[in-house]
């Protein structure tokens, strides 16, 4: 028999903390034949809500989950883990800028990064989701020595499931025919969801998005605003953020990273950049990568015109700024 996986979820009280749970325990994440002890975190304050959703999940009678930890303590928290989901943070209120949200999340993450480093095991994958993703990202490479930056990735696979979605709807094909839409840069409202690569199966075989909608128009204006605007249409709607969407994500960032991107398919993770498409080095952008072995490589080679340079590097020198801002607070 397999041996249990520990996975731990940050933020575990909270809304996508409560969605995803469930999912990692069900098999979503690791596999329908993978064991997992949850691990779960959240602040003092949470403690009883926590302990709601341990018990609430000792009430599902989930065959793969072998064991909670529900606890406050960071040291706890990160005892061991071999994978890390970190979605726990300071959120984002109505009025509050970009910038205040670095100041408020960038010392959690300082301290998020100096437990990851001490108690987790030493090769534990770790996907950051909680705002500002790419930079909080960048703060635990920074402050966590011992684990690779190859093993800190950031979440835009929410980004990019959305943009098969808008592909899917306007052409009216199952989501699952549509393959490698690309989100370039930050999970912000700077990144660039591009469709100028994927393709949609067809009877007749593989066939370029590009050709397929045949309106330039749409795919330069309408589906990039859409996407990049989604989580704010979401939030409009429903008074809360996307959480069932980011949860779903989550677990196929870690699929993929883990068992594998089919051939001929590649996603989009937040990684540290080694140059690739001229980003500095070190940036925590988001690139098409495909994932072989339990490690993921950027897609190399792929035609970028003056368009999507263009907004590459909008992003880029997005993430920048919010770098100068961590720095100066650190
Ligand atoms: P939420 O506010 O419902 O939950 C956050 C939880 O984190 C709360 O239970 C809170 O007590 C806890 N928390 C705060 N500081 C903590 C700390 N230092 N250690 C452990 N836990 C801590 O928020 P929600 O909706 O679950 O979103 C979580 C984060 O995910 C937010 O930062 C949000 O912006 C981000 N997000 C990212 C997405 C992405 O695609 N990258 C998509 C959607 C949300």
Not at 289 to 316: H, N, P, Y
């Amino acid at each position: 028999p397999k041996q249990a996986v520990k996975v731990l979820v940050t933020g575990a009280a909270g809304q996508i903390g409560y969605a995803i749970v469930a999912m990692i325990a069900r098999g979503q994440m690791l596999g329908p034949d993978q064991p997992v002890v949850l691990h779960m975190l959240d602040l003092p304050r949470a403690a009883d809500a926590l302990n709601g959703v341990r018990m609430e999940l000792i009430d599902a009678a989930l065959p793969l989950l072998r064991g909670v930890v529900a606890t406050s303590d960071e040291a706890e928290a990160f005892k061991g883990v071999n994978v890390a989901i970190l979605i726990g943070g300071w959120p984002r209120k109505e009025g509050m800028k970009r910038k205040d949200l670095i100041v408020k999340n960038v010392p959690i993450y300082k301290s998020q990064a100096s437990a990851l480093q001490q108690h987790a095991a030493p090769n534990c994958k770790v996907l950051v989701v909680a705002n500002p993703a790419n930079t909080n990202a960048l703060v635990l490479k920074e402050f966590a020595g011992g684990i690779p930056a190859k093993n800190i990735t950031c979440l835009t696979r929410l980004d990019h499931n959305r943009a098969l979605g808008q592909v899917a709807e306007k052409l009216n094909v199952p989501v699952g025919d549509v393959k490698n839409a690309i989100i370039w840069g930050n999970h912000s409202s700077t990144q660039f969801p591009d469709a100028s690569h994927a393709t949609v199966r067809t009877e007749l075989g593989e066939r370029p998005v590009k050709e397929l909608v045949a309106d330039e128009k749409w795919l330069r204006e309408e589906f990039v605003s859409t996407v990049q605007q989604r989580g704010a249409a979401v939030i409009k709607a429903r008074k809360l953020s996307s959480s069932l969407s980011a949860a779903s994500a989550a677990c196929d960032h870690i699929r993929d990273w883990v068992l594998g991107t089919p051939k001929g398919t590649w996603v989009s993770m937040g990684v540290c950049s080694d140059g690739s498409y001229g980003i500095p080095e070190g940036t925590f952008f988001s690139f098409p990568v495909t994932c072989d072995k339990g490690e993921w490589s950027i897609v190399q080679g792929l035609q970028i015109d003056d368009f999507a340079r263009s907004k590459m590097e909008a992003s880029a020198s997005e993430l920048k700024e919010e770098k100068a801002v961590a720095i100066n607070i650190l």
